[in-house]
């Protein structure tokens, strides 16, 4: 029997997964749907962690990092990314139509423009107060959940029962200029493979990034471990080796090629939406540590 498309996302993003899930049942690769379907999520203003209206650095940058993998392997991303509204468009490009994997700055920025992209400012009014607001007091301890407003991990299964992959975020709120997260990074922030299934994570990326969380759970997958204990597991490790884990969130949600998603977070709060044999349900909560 012909596998049943199936969309997940990070967070409560419905619309994104409706977006993607909807492709999918139109026929659409599940490459096109990843894709389409985090644009969402980077064109929305109100969600001050992805794309356009995001958050800034402590100096007033808005620097965008996405990245996006196909099927086939394959895989692009930007990272440090300025005034360009869909930096997973961008992400695509680099994987589709250059030798390399990554690109960063002032190159990914001349490469968008190259592509044919339009520069925008990206800092919205709201934005731009509450950095000023916070340059009050310069205290940077990211928040634990911010609730409908994170980072967007999605993967989608497609009707040939290909997965593919895309991640796309500001990254942390009042980070240093220069600041990389996980989100960008292939193995971290995503990762996949077609004969398994795939990763995304969301939270504080030093501590993704440490544990190659993505590639962890697709190899954990791979092992025989069900997606739901290959997030426990992956959420786990960090626990184990970070004793101020209370002080931070991250969170994990998995798909096999099967269909099956699981997901596992350190704090409750975080939770993910999904779009399966034509149903979307939003507002899912995994299980969770504390
Ligand atoms: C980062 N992981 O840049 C991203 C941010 C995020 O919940 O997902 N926040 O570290």
Known sequence: TKPKPVAVATWNFQNA??????????????????????????????????????APDRDGNVTLDACIMSPDGDAGAVVYLKEIAHPIQVARKVMEDTPHVMLAGEGALQFAIQQGFKKK??????????????????????????????????????????????????GLSYKVNGRVGDSPIIGAGLFLDNEIGGAVGTGMGEAIMKSVGSFLIVELMRQGMSPQD????????????????????????????????GSYCIHKGFSYAKFHEGISSDNLSPSYLD
């Not at 400012?121 to 959940?145: C, D, F, M, V």
């Not at 209370?246 to 949600?253: E, H, L, M, N, R």
């Open 17 to 54: 997964t409706k977006k993607a899930g909807s492709m999918l049942e139109n026929g659409f690769s599940a490459l096109d749907a990843v894709e389409q379907g985090v644009m969402v999520e980077e064109a929305n203003l109100k969600n001050t962690t992805v794309g356009d209206g995001g």
């Open 121 to 170: 400012n990206l800092l919205t009014e709201s934005s731009e107060k509450a950095w000023k607001e916070w340059l009050e007091h310069k205290e940077y301890r990211p928040i634990i959940n911010i609730e409908n407003h994170d980072t967007i991990g999605m993967l989608c299964v497609d009707d040939k029962g290909d997965i593919a992959g895309a991640c796309t975020t500001s």
């Open 230 to 261: 290959a997030c426990k597991e992956a959420v786990m490790r960090t626990v184990r080796k970070a004793p101020n884990h209370k002080d931070f969130q991250i969170a994990y949600v998995a798909l096999n090629k099967a269909g099956e998603i």
